[in-house]
T-cell receptor, first 113, second 115 residues
Framework: DGGITQSPKYLFRKEGQNVTLSCEQNLNHDAMYWYRQDPGQGLRLIYYSQIVNDFQKGDIAEGYSVSREKKESFPLTVTSAQKNPTAFYLC????????????FGQGTRLTVV | AQTVTQSQPEMSVQEAETVTLSCTYDTSESNYYLFWYKQPPSRQMILVIRQEAYKQQNATENRFSVNFQKAAKSFSLKISDSQLGDTAMYFCAFINTGANSKLTFGKGITLSVRP
């Protein structure tokens, strides 16, 4: 079945450690997105990529990094520079970033202790 | 910059009744797309309905319909015959066309359907 897979579903890390969240899609979509969801904040855009080897910062990119070496994969690294990394992270993809709806993964809950 | 505003944080409706969720947006673009997404307790984001700005006709999907007022930059979602399974967070979202287009979400509204 086609879809977007985020792993792991739950992730625990110690403060000061970098951590990478995985996002893989087999929908052949060009565009991919990373969002952060906090209570009362909605979904805030971290990074997005419209094509392989290219990506742009979203509204809250500080403390995060991404890569887009393959069309299917868009991993997100939460670095130690992110001041408040505990959150629910959602990855999404779309066929045409100019017009099409995004399809979402099931999310990763990151807890930093 | 484009923004999406959902001013009602929570709403409640009796089962089988109709409820309307509000959304306004701000953009300088003339062509764009609007969406409503549902996020049930499982936290899986599900597309409810899509509206193209250049189409005057309001989109409809079964019990879900929108009231799109382009001049007022308003995009409300009407849920008819509410069901218990409609209990979820609902997010309004917007995407503009053109360079570096991106999908922007509102803060969401929590809808509770009472039996």
């Amino acid at each position: 079945d086609g879809g977007i897979t985020q792993s792991p579903k739950y992730l625990f890390r110690k403060e000061g450690q970098n951590v990478t969240l995985s996002c893989e899609q087999n929908l052949n979509h060009d565009a991919m997105y990373w969002y952060r969801q906090d209570p009362g904040q909605g979904l805030r855009l971290i990074y997005y990529s419209q094509i392989v080897n290219d990506f742009q910062k979203g509204d809250i990119a500080e403390g995060y990094s991404v890569s887009r070496e393959k069309k299917e994969s868009f991993p997100l690294t939460v670095t130690s520079a992110q001041k408040n990394p505990t959150a629910f992270y959602l990855c999404a993809s779309s066929i045409d970033p100019d017009r099409d709806e995004a399809f979402f993964g099931q999310g990763t809950r990151l807890t930093v202790v | 910059a484009q923004t999406v505003t959902q001013s009602q944080p929570e709403m409640s409706v009796q089962e089988a009744e109709t409820v309307t969720l509000s959304c306004t947006y701000d953009t300088s673009e003339s062509n764009y797309y609007l969406f409503w997404y549902k996020q049930p307790p499982s936290r899986q984001m599900i597309l409810v309905i899509r509206q193209e700005a250049y189409k005057q006709q309001n989109a409809t999907e079964n019990r879900f319909s929108v009231n799109f007022q382009k001049a007022a930059k308003s995009f409300s979602l009407k849920i008819s015959d509410s069901q218990l399974g409609d209990t979820a967070m609902y997010f309004c979202a917007f995407i503009n066309t053109g360079a570096n287009s991106k999908l922007t979400f509102g803060k969401g509204i929590t809808l509770s359907v009472r039996p």
